[in-house]
């Protein structure tokens, strides 16, 4: 029962578990791949029109994949939970598509450590970034809305 390892294991890895692949984990991981796939998209249509030569190609998807990882991971992190969890679960769920698309492609598993390297190199790198702090909205005094007072009786 999840209740008795809570009390063995105090609730720390369990809930750990549930803020890694949070919702956020699951907005980033989506973002990564949607990012690299239109990367990727980009890079096939300038190969295709010769702006890019064709000895870059490879060059380019491990760049795309780098970069929608890095991305997804920085929208997957929070302040309140530690960056490189989240990275890791986005870099691992980046992974296993790579690795399903890969082996419904080409039905073999022929991927080399650049692959491995650009698909979890762009969240770890993000992980390892302090997250963005977030923006305070200061207004000056006198602006916005003002305060309530409560109406005088026999004003209506």
């Known amino acids: 029962p999840p209740h008795m390892l809570e009390k063995a294991y105090g609730g720390g890895f369990l809930m750990s578990a549930g803020v890694?692949?949070?919702k956020r984990t699951w907005l980033g991981l989506g973002f990564a791949l949607v990012l690299a796939l239109a990367l990727d998209a980009l890079g096939?249509?300038?190969?295709?029109?010769?702006m890019v030569p064709m000895a870059a190609a490879r060059a380019w998807t491990l760049g795309s994949w780098a970069a929608g990882g890095f991305c997804g991971t920085r929208m997957a992190v929070r302040a309140e939970c530690g960056s490189l969890p989240v990275a890791a679960a986005v870099g691992l769920g980046l992974y296993g598509i790579v690795w399903a698309?890969?082996?419904?492609?080409?039905?073999?598993?022929g991927f080399r450590?650049?692959?491995?390297?650009?698909?979890?190199?762009?969240?770890?790198?993000a992980g390892l970034l302090r997250p963005g702090k977030a923006k305070k909205r200061s207004r000056a005094p006198g602006?916005?809305?003002?305060?309530?007072?409560?109406?005088?009786r026999g004003a209506l």
């Open 113 to 125: 450590w650049d692959v491995t390297a650009a698909v979890f190199g762009g969240p770890l790198l």
């Open 101 to 109: 698309v890969g082996l419904a492609a080409w039905q073999t598993a």
């Open 44 to 50: 096939a249509l300038l190969l295709a029109r010769g």
């Open 20 to 22: 890694w692949y949070g």
């Open 143 to 152: 602006k916005g809305r003002p305060a309530h007072r409560p109406m005088r």
